[in-house]
T-cell receptor, first 111, second 114 residues
Framework: GQQVQQSPTSLVLQEGENAELQCNFSTSLNSMQWFYQRPGGSLVSVFYNPSGTKQSGRLTSTTVIKERRSSLHISSSQITDSGTYLCAIMNTGGLSGKLTFGEGTQVTVIS | NSKVIQTPRYLVKGQGQKAKMRCIPEKGHPVVFWYQQNKNNEFKFLINFQNQEVLQQIDMTEKRFSAECPSNSPCSLEIQSSEAGDSALYLC????????????FGSGTRLTVL
């Protein structure tokens, strides 16, 4: 079965709304990262967050290892937040550096 | 902002042709990863290097792909004989660490095999 599952698959937000993206994983992990992918392909690392809570500007990530989940909270969304958000894990005992990605949440922010 | 540079941006090949793409990792990053992202957003790890040495690679990469990261030259990934199923976005990433902490990705090479 799929090791990393993201929800929702897609999301449409009115500018200024908040959103929470979920990532659930079925294996124990060494690391957890959130990425943002612009239309056209370029991936940008948003958070490296193997556990606990991290905040950067309007984005907050919380990873709860024992519950095998991580969330990404977007507050006061802006049109420039539109894109695909991907979570990726590295399993314990897995290939060194091999990240397993979820299929992403496509976020569209409209005015 | 990532300074991982991938070329070409787009690549179109016929079945059976060779397809080669290049990657210049971020300066000072000894570890380079190649991923394949298909149209369903599914990522597949292909291979990673630390300096010039292969750390890990999957079976497919061993058999049909060749990759290298020579010193003082761009890293490269080459498909020896392209197949339709190879059509995808090929992403190169670099990191200070083999644990892939804080990966920096390039913009990718989009390969279309006709």
């Amino acid at each position: 079965g799929q090791q990393v599952q993201q929800s929702p698959t897609s999301l449409v937000l009115q500018e200024g709304e908040n959103a929470e993206l979920q990532c659930n994983f079925s294996t124990s992990l060494n690391s957890m990262q959130w990425f943002y992918q612009r239309p056209g392909g370029s991936l940008v690392s948003v958070f490296y967050n193997p556990s606990g809570t991290k905040q950067s500007g309007r984005l907050t990530s919380t990873t709860v290892i024992k519950e095998r989940r991580s969330s990404l909270h977007i507050s006061s969304s802006q049109i420039t937040d539109s894109g695909t958000y991907l979570c990726a894990i590295m399993n314990t005992g897995g290939l060194s550096g091999k990240l397993t990605f979820g299929e992403g949440t496509q976020v569209t922010v409209i005015s | 902002n990532s300074k991982v540079i991938q070329t070409p941006r787009y690549l179109v090949k016929g079945q059976g042709q060779k397809a080669k793409m290049r990657c210049i990792p971020e300066k000072g990053h000894p570890v380079v990863f190649w991923y394949q992202q298909n149209k369903n957003n599914e990522f597949k790890f292909l291979i990673n290097f630390q300096n010039q040495e292969v750390l890990q690679q999957i079976d497919m990469t061993e058999k049909r792909f060749s990759a290298e990261c020579p010193s003082n030259s761009p890293c490269s990934l080459e498909i020896q004989s392209s197949e339709a199923g190879d059509s995808a976005l090929y992403l190169c990433a670099s990191s200070l660490y083999s644990s892939a902490e804080t990966l920096y990705f390039g913009s990718g090479t989009r390969l279309t095999v006709l």
